[in-house]
C-alpha cells in the first residue's frame, strides 16, 4: 500500500517563484493536513481540509493555498515563495490516527 | 490560537535511565496523540489518549493522560539506543475534532 505519497520531495526556488505540493493518500480517509516542520518548532498546521470540495486554514496559514478537488489528493501552492518559506513541509489524512507522508524539502532562495 | 508546549525541548541520556517528557496546554483536549518522528520521515502514532486520568503502557513506555485533559506525560522505563527520535504529542480540542495540532516536540538521543 502507498499510503500518503506527497511529490516533489526536494525542491529549490528563488525568490518570487510559484509551485505546488501534490499529496496523494489512498486510504479513502476524509480529513487531511498539510504542516511545516522547521527545527526546534515541532508541527505547524497550514491548512487542512475535513472533505472534498473543502478546506480549513490551520494556525500558518498566510503566503500558501490549497485546494481539495478530489478525495484523494491534497495540494498546496505557494503563489509568491519567501525564504520564510524554507521547511520541510508534511502532509498528512486521517480517519483518527495521522497517517503521514515522507516530507517534501523546499529551499527558497 | 491554542498551544501545546512540550518539555524538555532536548534529552540526551545513557541507555538504562528513565525519562518522562510533558506535554501541556490551556485548553481541554477531546483526545491526544503521541508520535514519534525519526530523521528523514513523517510522524508514526505511538498511541491515543482520550479519557482524563488515562494510563496507557506499551512495552516500555507509558502514557498518562491528565485528570482535566489539559496536559499528559510519557514516561519511558530503561531507555534504549533505538528510542532515539522525536516525540511529538498532538491534540484535538473540544469543538474542533478535526484539527489537529501538534506540540513543540521533544528530541531524545539515548546514549550507549
Known amino acids: 500500500n502507498a499510503g500518503v505519497t506527497q511529490t516533489p520531495k526536494f525542491r529549490v526556488l528563488k525568490t518570487g517563484q510559484s509551485m505546488t505540493l501534490l499529496c496523494a493518500q489512498d486510504?479513502?480517509?476524509?480529513?487531511m493536513y498539510w504542516y511545516r516542520q522547521d527545527p526546534g518548532m515541532g508541527l505547524r498546521l497550514i491548512h487542512y481540509?475535513?472533505?472534498?470540495?473543502?478546506?480549513a486554514k490551520g494556525e500558518v496559514p498566510d503566503g500558501y493555498n490549497v485546494s481539495r478537488l478530489k478525495k484523494q489528493n491534497f495540494l498546496l501552492g505557494l503563489e509568491s515563495a519567501a525564504p520564510s518559506q524554507t521547511s520541510v513541509y508534511f502532509c498528512?489524512?486521517?480517519?483518527?490516527?495521522?497517517?503521514f507522508g515522507e516530507g517534501s524539502r523546499l529551499t527558497v532562495l | 490560537t491554542q498551544l501545546l508546549e512540550q518539555s524538555p525541548q532536548f534529552l540526551s541520556i545513557q541507555e538504562g535511565e528513565n525519562l518522562t517528557v510533558y506535554c501541556n496546554s490551556s485548553s481541554v483536549f477531546s483526545s491526544l496523540q503521541w508520535y514519534r518522528q525519526e530523521p528523514g520521515e513523517g510522524p508514526v502514532l505511538l498511541v491515543t489518549v482520550v479519557t482524563g486520568g488515562e494510563v496507557k503502557k506499551l512495552k516500555r513506555l507509558t502514557f498518562q493522560f491528565g485528570d482535566a485533559r489539559k496536559d499528559s506525560s510519557l514516561h519511558i522505563t530503561a531507555a534504549q539506543p533505538g528510542d532515539t527520535g522525536l516525540y511529538l504529542c498532538?491534540?484535538?480540542?473540544?469543538?474542533?475534532?478535526?484539527?489537529?495540532?501538534f506540540g513543540t516536540g521533544t528530541k531524545l538521543q539515548v546514549i550507549p
Open positions: 498532538a491534540g484535538r480540542y473540544s469543538g474542533g475534532y478535526q484539527k489537529v495540532t
Open positions: 498528512a489524512s486521517s480517519y483518527g490516527e495521522l497517517f
Open positions: 486510504m479513502n480517509h476524509e480529513y
Open positions: 481540509s475535513v472533505g472534498e470540495g473543502t478546506t
